[in-house]
């Protein structure tokens, strides 16, 4: 199936294979789906592929994740201040989040708290 079809059931700009490969789903310019309840009132949704719950992400996406934010600040699709949010899930996934906190823009609350 088209990811970037109209009617996409992928609510994520990009997604982040353990191969560091970055898929597109809704792209730069969607915004993501209000379906979400968010704090952020703009921002892009990135997608880790994998379960995370027992295992970290590999390296690749670690690393593709840093590019992918530098080229969307370079790129004028984030602002050079942004705040990198995680999502609740009914299964934590620890060590995606132990690797997150250690980008600088890093926060420690979740994009959908109460």
Same mark, same amino acid.
């Given at each position: 199936?088209? #990811? *970037?079809?109209?009617? +996409?059931?992928?609510?994520?700009? !990009?997604?982040? +294979? +353990?191969? @560091?490969?970055?898929?597109? #789903?809704?792209?730069?310019?969607?915004?993501?789906?209000? #379906?979400?309840?968010?704090?952020?009132? *703009? @921002?892009?949704?990135?997608? !880790? $592929? @994998?379960?995370?719950?027992? *295992?970290?992400?590999? =390296?690749?996406?670690?690393?593709?994740?840093?590019? !992918? !934010?530098? *080229?969307?600040?370079s790129q004028q699709y984030?602002?050079?201040?942004? =705040?990198?949010? @995680?999502?609740? &899930?009914?299964?934590?996934? &620890?060590?995606? $989040?132990?690797?997150?906190?250690?980008?600088?823009?890093?926060?420690?609350?979740?994009?959908?708290?109460?």
């Amino acid at each position: 199936a088209n #990811a *970037t079809a109209v009617n +996409s059931t992928l609510p994520y700009n !990009f997604l982040i +294979s +353990s191969n @560091g490969q970055t898929y597109e #789903a809704l792209g730069w310019l969607k915004c993501i789906p209000q #379906a979400t309840k968010t704090t952020m009132p *703009t @921002g892009l949704l990135l997608a !880790f $592929i @994998g379960n995370f719950t027992e *295992t970290p992400p590999t =390296r690749p996406q670690v690393q593709e994740a840093k590019n !992918f !934010f530098d *080229t969307s600040v370079s790129q004028q699709y984030l602002h050079p201040s942004y =705040r990198i949010f @995680g999502k609740n &899930t009914n299964d934590t996934p &620890t060590h995606l $989040i132990d690797s997150l906190k250690t980008f600088p823009q890093w926060s420690s609350e979740f994009s959908d708290k109460n």
